[in-house]
């Protein structure tokens, strides 16, 4: 029943910038940690960033300094702001969530919750 909506992915230029957008709804009664993947043709999904529930954050060493990972525990979503984007960060980017839910009457601490993905290019 929990779900992960992603939004903000499109096409952009080499050195611009793009803001990831995803949201969790359901039957949730806390969020551990939120992060960010991608995933390119034929290459293994990696981690791109994440944040804790106590907002410690880690970044691939691809992205430092361009990425920036950001949560609202209120609202239970996750921000990734992605600036001087460059060709080879062409992706989707998948948004994931470790949350504490109850399905069927069992509690599940923690579910791995993954998003659709959002298509982002980035062209030269």
């Known amino acids: 029943q929990v779900q992960l909506v992603e939004s903000g992915g499109g096409l952009v230029q080499a050195g611009g910038s793009l803001r990831l957008s995803c949201a969790a709804s359901?039957?949730?009664?806390?969020?551990?940690?939120m992060g960010w993947y991608r995933q390119a043709p034929g290459i293994q999904r990696e981690l791109v960033a994440r944040v804790t529930s106590g907002d410690s954050t880690n970044y691939a060493s691809s992205v430092k300094g361009r990425f920036t990972i950001s949560r609202d525990n209120a609202k239970n979503t996750v921000s990734l702001q992605m600036n001087s984007l460059k060709p080879e960060d062409t992706a989707v980017y998948y948004c994931?969530?470790?949350?504490?839910?109850?399905?069927?009457?069992?509690?599940?601490?923690?579910?791995?919750?993954w998003g659709q993905g959002t298509l982002v290019t980035v062209s030269s």
């Open positions: 994931q969530a470790e949350v504490e839910t109850v399905v069927r009457d069992i509690r599940y601490r923690w579910l791995e919750v």
């Open positions: 359901g039957n949730i009664f806390s969020i551990n940690a």
